[in-house]
């Protein structure tokens, strides 16, 4: 009878040893899921974009790192920009525009789980012409904040000095922010829309050519920007400048007729492309 006893009291132990090795294991499989989620900002997966039946986007697949600085090649008209504005679904306004796939950001649907209006706050925008609006260079950047609920004065005041230093433009602007915005230069005017787009406490900023039209000099100035700013923020850029893809992303994905025909470390990308359309395009023999 004790034998008896001993065996059941070693076979309970063994299905509570089983059971707990199974809770741990589940556990750790969360753990994993959660830590790789945590790793990427974007998660596409078979993303197909359509304007009424014409397909300009073709299963895109593609994972963008936090804290990483993503740039976008490949000629006009191949879908890099069509890709950039469905991150925050800025194709929503486009009539006859319909995706399909996923598109995870920070693990959550953002067609399902994520409201539009929420999702563009988190992933700003900066467009191509700067867009400074016809007010103080104060305003420009309370705007946001102000849109957001905050009326305080001394906050509003805060989140001003703040983003414009981290845009890199305190120093030229701190004596004429009740100056018109319209009065600066190409290149402030666009460190400020930067300002603007940081006041609204975003993760993600998108890039869409945002020194095309700018000099050498206000180019760089740009250029460093996004390099600081990625140690805080994840940032998607695209660019006609191979050049500057090389100089400043992470990553790079090479965008061809709708269709990512690459993405890899740039670095990799730009010394040993895996596809040779790659490597006609960063040559120069297309595009």
Known sequence: MAEMTKTLTGFAAAEIEKKQGAVRAQEQAVAQE?????????DVTDMDLFYGDFQALN?????IKKHEITALIGPSGCGKSTFLKTLNRMNDWVEGCR?????????????????PLALRYRVGMVFQ????????????????????G???????DEIVEKSLRQAACWDEMKDRLSKSALGLSGGQQQRLCIAR??????????????TSALDP?????????????KE???????????????????????FLLGELIEFNNTLDMFTNPSNPKTEEYITGRFG
């Open 34 to 42: 959660a830590a790789g989620t945590a790793e990427y900002t974007f």
């Open 59 to 63: 299963s895109i697949s593609m994972k």
């Open 99 to 115: 995706v399909t796939g996923k598109i995870l950001f920070e693990g959550k649907d953002i067609f399902k789980e994520v409201d």
């Open 129 to 148: 012409q700067p867009t400074p609006f016809p007010k103080s260079i104060y305003e420009n950047i309370a705007y946001g904040p102000r849109i957001q």
């Open 150 to 156: 905050i009326k305080d004065k001394k906050k509003l």
């Open 197 to 210: 787009t940081l006041a609204a406490d975003p993760s993600v900023i998108l890039m869409d050519e945002p």
């Open 217 to 229: 000099i206000s180019t760089q100035k740009i250029e460093d920007l996004a390099l600081e700013l």
């Open 232 to 254: 805080n923020y994840t940032i998607v850029i695209v660019t006609h400048s191979m050049q500057q893809a090389r100089r400043i992303s992470d990553k790079t994905g090479f």
